[in-house]
């Protein structure tokens, strides 16, 4: 089973910063890493799929990069709606895995 | 547009089972399958098991397998998610979602399950 880790656990950002997110798989996923966004008593919502593209109304200030075990999902500038949990998840093997979560609170 | 639309909360008793259903509409059922993720309260999101929408063939997860099983009803564009024995570590919002991952990337809105005596 490929293990995904994220870090920080929680990341504190004042509105208008920058967020940088990081996601590690225990071993090589090529490009098929998903990255959500999950609020409180919310689904989880796609944001980037393919480690870089954004999903269908995802907003262009979030952005995702990386490859084989080490991505990162950017939040260029964060915006009051962007507080939330963010989920990676790998694709590119059964059992599908996600990450723990990366908690973006305000600072 | 896509919609997954799940069946209501269950509340079960420990040893009891649940069947969740996932009924899908705004795309060919037959073109991709269906995942489910749980939740339980305060925790992240575990992969249950995925089901194919063609031919009904299944992943599960290992620590799923002999409690848990997947099937559709291609008739009607659901899927089904039955989970056996129940404990009340299984007390979870249990979601669907539309996999291959689309740009559109589809879930459900979730199902609370409680396992309480």
């Known amino acids: 089973e490929i293990v995904m880790t994220q870090s920080p656990a929680t990341l504190s950002v004042s509105p208008g910063e920058r967020a940088t997110l990081s996601c590690r798989a225990s071993q090589s996923v090529s490009s098929k890493l998903a990255w959500y966004q999950q609020k409180p008593g919310q689904a989880p919502r796609l944001l980037i799929y393919?480690?870089?593209t954004r999903a269908t109304g995802t907003p262009g200030r979030f952005s995702g990069s990386g490859s084989g075990t080490e991505f990162t999902l950017t939040i260029s500038s964060l915006q009051s709606e962007d507080f939330a949990v963010y989920y990676c998840q790998q694709y590119n093997d059964w059992p599908l895995t996600f990450g723990p979560g990366t908690k973006v609170d305000i600072k | 547009q896509v919609q997954l639309v799940q069946s209501g909360a269950e509340v079960k008793k420990p040893g009891a089972s649940v069947k969740v259903s996932c009924k899908t509409s705004g795309y060919t059922f037959s073109s991709s399958g269906i995942s489910w993720v749980r939740q339980a309260p305060g925790q992240g999101l575990e992969w249950m098991g995925w089901?194919?929408?063609?031919?009904?063939?299944?992943k599960y997860a290992q620590n799923l397998q002999d409690r848990v099983t997947m099937n559709i009803d291609t008739s009607t564009s659901t899927a089904f998610m039955e989970l056996r024995s129940l404990r009340s570590d299984d007390t979870a919002v249990y979601y669907c979602?539309?996999?291959?991952?689309?740009?559109?990337?589809?879930w459900g809105q979730g199902t609370l399950v409680t396992v309480s005596s």
């Open positions: 393919a480690a870089s």
């Open positions: 089901i194919g929408g063609y031919n009904g063939d299944t």
């Open positions: 979602a539309r996999y291959p991952i689309t740009p559109g990337g589809s």
